[in-house]
T-cell receptor
């Protein structure tokens, strides 16, 4: 069964510094996708970044980048130049590939990030 | 750009009542997912639809049912509500099942008293 683990319940970072949020996963499917979402206190789920298991390059979206280490089954999110507005809960999620005929996401427990001024 | 629309945004019900949550996916998206997020929890998959057919089912109670209509909007029907059903209910949509983008709506916050 697939599983997502986020081992950091809470993180602090100084404004303008970079921070890495950890995510490890477990799946037997060779084809899968990894997602990161941001959930501010208002509750909405904001899509940040996606990494496919066959992607050769690490995904980047503005200040967000995904440090994908396939052999270690990790997909850490790196946020550069943190801003106060980055304070939120961050979820890592995984979707198994087409072979499983489902697009559902399995989420990790989440990491609460606090950015200090 | 158009996003996923959910209504209502907030809902308060009494125990044993029924509730209907609605989801309007992003235009041209043919796949809808429903997730339930309890307080302090991660979202849990309930059910999904692809081209108006159920594509997968998760930990959805028998008291809940859902469907996707011809215009691709979806409704989650919840009956005999229990206190434990209080949660944030998300709908997400994508184009196809294995798409690399799954966009979430703002959620419906259901409170059962």
């Amino acid at each position: 069964a697939q599983k997502i683990t986020q081992t950091q319940p809470g993180m602090f970072v100084q404004e303008k510094e970079a921070v890495t949020l950890d995510c490890t996963y477990d799946t037997s499917d060779p084809s899968y996708g990894l997602f990161w979402y941001k959930q501010p206190s208002s509750g909405e789920m904001i899509f940040l970044i996606y990494q496919g298991s066959y992607d050769q390059q690490n995904a980047t979206e503005g200040r967000y980048s995904l440090n994908f280490q396939k052999a270690r089954k990790s997909a850490n999110l790196v946020i550069s130049a943190s801003q106060l507005g980055d304070s939120a809960m961050y979820f890592c999620a995984m979707r198994e590939g087409p072979s499983s005929n489902t697009g559902k996401l399995i989420f990790g427990q989440g990491t609460t990030l606090q950015v200090k001024p | 750009a158009a996003g996923v629309i959910q209504s209502p945004r907030h809902l308060i019900k009494e125990k044993r009542e029924t509730a209907t949550l609605k989801c309007y996916p992003i235009p041209r998206h043919d796949t809808v997912y429903w997730y339930q997020q309890g307080p302090g929890q991660d979202p849990q998959f309930l059910i999904s639809f692809y081209e108006k057919m159920q594509s997968d089912k998760g930990s959805i109670p028998d008291r809940f049912s859902a469907q996707q209509f011809s215009d691709y909007h979806s409704e989650l029907n919840m009956s005999s509500l229990e206190l434990g059903d209080s949660a944030l209910y998300f709908c997400a949509s994508s184009l196809g099942l294995a798409n690399n983008e799954q966009f979430f709506g703002p959620g419906t916050r259901l409170t059962v008293l």
